[in-house]
C-alpha cells in the first residue's frame, strides 16, 4: 500500500456508495433520511504566538497532532462530515469525514487530518479512513493524557472493527464486552526522512496494529457503580527501517532493515510473535510491541457523576505480569458536578514512569543464565522511531516527543530521551453562563532522562495553561477560543504565549 491516503480516500468513496441502499433496505419507516442529512461543515482558523524556542506545552499536546511545537504558528482549516451517532436509535448506521488544513509553522503546509468513512450495524461498526478516536476513560478536555493510546498525535489511515458493548450471555447486562481491532499503515515516513539528521535513524511504510478487549461490570440503570476494566495492544511492523544501529550483529554498523511485510508479518503482529532480523541468539517479538492495562470506577448519579481510573503501561513482556511490581501508572480522579455558574467538572492525575522494570538489563548466556528483563525504555525501539506520529507521541505528552530533543541537545532525533518522569496534574472547567466556559490546566513534572542516557541532573518542569471559549447566542454556530500557557523548568526552557481559535460551524442538507 504506497498511497495509505488515496487508498482511504477510495474506500471511503466505495463505502459511501454503498451506505445509502443498504441503509434503506434495512429500514423502510417513517425515519428514512437522505445520507447527506446532518451533515456538519466546520471551519477553523487559529493562531498561536509565544516568546519561547517553543509554544507552551499545553497549546500544542492532546490536539490530535493540529498543532506545531513552533513558537509561532497558525493554520486554516475546513471539516465536513456527519457524526454516526445521529442513528444511535437505529440498527444501520453511518458516519464520514473530511478534514484538510493549511498550516505555517507546521511540519507541512497542507494537512489532511481526518479523511474515514464508517458504517455499523447493531453492536458491529466499520472505520475506514484517519479518524480522530476519543480517548476511552478520561476527560480530554481535562486530563495529561493517555499512555498508550491517546490524543496527541495525528490519526493513522487504518481499518478497524469494533464491536460495541455487548451483554454477555446469561448475565442479563451485568457483565458486558467491547472488542475492537485495526490494521494500518503510518503516513510519515517522508517526514521522518526529511527531519531525521543525515546518519540517523528513521522508518518508512511502518504498518501498524491494534487491538482492545474491556470488560464491564454493573448496570447503572439499577445500581449507580459500574467497574471496567481492559487491555489495549498496539504494534509498528513491517516497512523499512534506515541507519539502524546495533551492537549484537553489525558491530555497531549502521545498516538498513527491509522487514516483512507479507500476510505472516500481519499474524506475527496480531498474535504477538517472530522475531527481528537483529535479534541474535535472544530472539524477542518481532516489531515495536506495546500497550496497557486501563480500569475505572464509575458513579452514575442523578446529579454527581465520578470516577477514578488507573492505566498500567507495557512496553514488553516484563510488564504483562506483576513480577516486577507495579510502580509505574497513570492514576487520576475526576468529579462532574451538578449544573452551577463555578466549576462543572475538575480532574487530578498522577504519573509515574520511572521504574520500567528496573535498571538492569542482562539477557541468558550460558554462563550466566538468569535473564534480567529491567530498562524497558519506554517509547523507544531499535528499529523504528518510536511511539510516535510526525515527531508527536502517540501516547503521554509528558514523556518529551522527539520535536523537543533540539533542547535535550539531540538535534533531529527520532528517539525519546525523555521517558523517565513523575507528574501531577491538575485540570478545572467551568460553565458560568450558556455562553461562556473556561478551563484551567497545570501539570509539574520531575524529569530523569532515559536510563540509557540519563539526565546528569533532574530537571523539572511546570506546564499552566488557561483558556476562555464564548459562544454567542446572538450568532449561532459561531465560536472563539483565547488560551494563555506559561511554561517554566530545565526541561524544555521558559515560555509565554497566546493562542487564538475562532470556528464557525453550519448544518448541511436541512
Not at 23 to 38: F, G, I, K, M, Y
Not at 95 to 121: C, K, M, N
Request: aromatic share 12%; charged share 20%.
Amino acid at each position: 500500500m504506497k498511497h495509505p491516503i488515496r487508498y482511504s480516500l477510495r474506500c471511503a468513496a466505495l463505502l459511501l456508495c454503498l451506505l445509502p441502499a443498504a441503509s434503506q433496505a434495512a429500514e423502510r419507516d417513517s425515519t428514512r433520511r437522505h445520507w447527506l442529512a446532518e451533515t456538519t461543515l466546520t471551519i477553523e482558523a487559529s493562531a498561536t504566538a509565544a516568546s519561547g524556542d517553543y509554544a507552551p506545552l499545553w497549546l500544542t499536546a492532546n490536539r490530535y497532532g493540529l498543532s506545531s511545537t513552533n513558537p509561532y504558528s497558525g493554520y486554516g482549516r475546513i471539516a465536513v462530515g456527519r457524526d454516526i451517532s445521529l442513528d444511535t436509535a437505529r440498527d444501520w448506521r453511518f458516519g464520514y469525514g473530511l478534514d484538510v488544513a493549511v498550516a505555517a509553522g507546521h511540519e507541512r503546509v497542507g494537512i489532511l487530518e481526518q479523511a474515514y468513512v464508517e458504517a455499523a450495524w447493531k453492536c458491529l461498526r466499520l472505520t475506514v479512513g484517519a479518524k480522530q478516536q476519543p480517548l476511552e476513560t478520561q476527560n480530554a478536555e481535562l486530563c495529561s493524557g493517555a499512555l498508550s493510546a491517546g490524543i496527541n498525535a495525528r490519526p493513522v489511515p487504518q481499518v478497524r472493527l469494533d464491536i460495541d458493548w455487548f451483554s454477555f450471555p446469561g448475565t442479563k447486562g451485568w457483565w458486558q464486552w467491547k472488542i475492537h481491532g485495526s490494521y494500518g499503515l503510518m503516513t510519515d515516513g517522508r517526514w521522518q526522512e526529511s527531519w531525521a539528521a543525515d546518519g540517523e535513524r528513521y522508518t518508512k511504510n511502518t504498518r501498524y496494529h491494534e487491538k482492545a478487549l474491556y470488560w464491564q461490570f454493573g448496570r447503572k440503570d439499577i445500581f449507580p457503580l459500574t467497574y471496567e476494566i481492559g487491555l489495549r495492544m498496539m504494534a509498528q511492523f513491517g516497512g523499512t527501517s534506515y541507519n539502524v544501529q546495533t551492537i549484537r550483529v553489525n558491530d555497531y554498523q549502521r545498516t538498513t532493515y527491509e522487514h516483512d511485510n507479507g500476510l505472516r508479518a500481519y499474524w506475527d503482529a496480531l498474535l504477538c510473535r517472530g522475531s527481528d532480523a537483529t535479534d541474535g541468539s535472544n530472539p524477542n517479538v518481532s516489531g515495536n510491541h506495546l500497550g496497557s492495562y486501563v480500569m475505572q470506577l464509575r458513579y452514575h448519579g442523578d446529579r454527581w457523576q465520578a470516577r477514578a481510573y488507573w492505566e498500567r503501561f507495557f512496553e514488553d513482556h516484563s510488564m504483562l505480569t506483576v513480577q516486577y511490581g507495579i510502580r509505574d501508572m497513570l492514576i487520576g480522579a475526576e468529579v462532574t458536578a451538578p449544573q452551577n455558574p463555578f466549576i462543572s467538572s475538575a480532574v487530578l492525575e498522577f504519573l509515574n514512569t520511572t521504574h520500567q522494570s528496573g535498571a538492569v538489563y542482562h539477557d541468558a548466556t550460558h554462563s550466566i543464565p538468569d535473564a534480567i528483563a529491567g530498562r524497558d525504555n519506554y517509547y523507544n525501539h531499535l528499529h523504528y522511531a518510536g511511539w510516535q506520529h510526525y515527531g508527536q507521541t502517540l501516547g503521554h505528552p509528558l514523556l518529551t516527543s522527539s520535536l523537543y530533543n533540539e533542547a535535550l541537545g539531540h538535534s533531529h532525533v527520532l528517539r525519546f530521551y525523555n521517558n523517565r518522569v513523575k507528574a501531577w496534574h491538575v485540570g478545572i472547567a467551568g460553565d458560568p453562563t450558556p455562553e461562556w466556559h473556561w478551563r484551567l490546566m497545570a501539570s509539574f513534572s520531575r524529569n530523569w532522562g532515559c536510563y540509557v542516557p540519563p539526565f546528569s541532573e533532574r530537571k523539572r518542569q511546570a506546564y499552566t495553561f488557561a483558556e476562555v471559549t464564548y459562544k454567542p447566542t446572538w450568532a449561532p454556530g459561531w465560536q472563539g477560543a483565547v488560551g494563555v500557557g506559561y511554561d517554566r523548568g530545565s526541561l524544555i526552557g521558559n515560555s509565554v504565549g497566546g493562542q487564538l481559535t475562532i470556528r464557525k460551524q453550519l448544518q448541511l442538507g436541512k
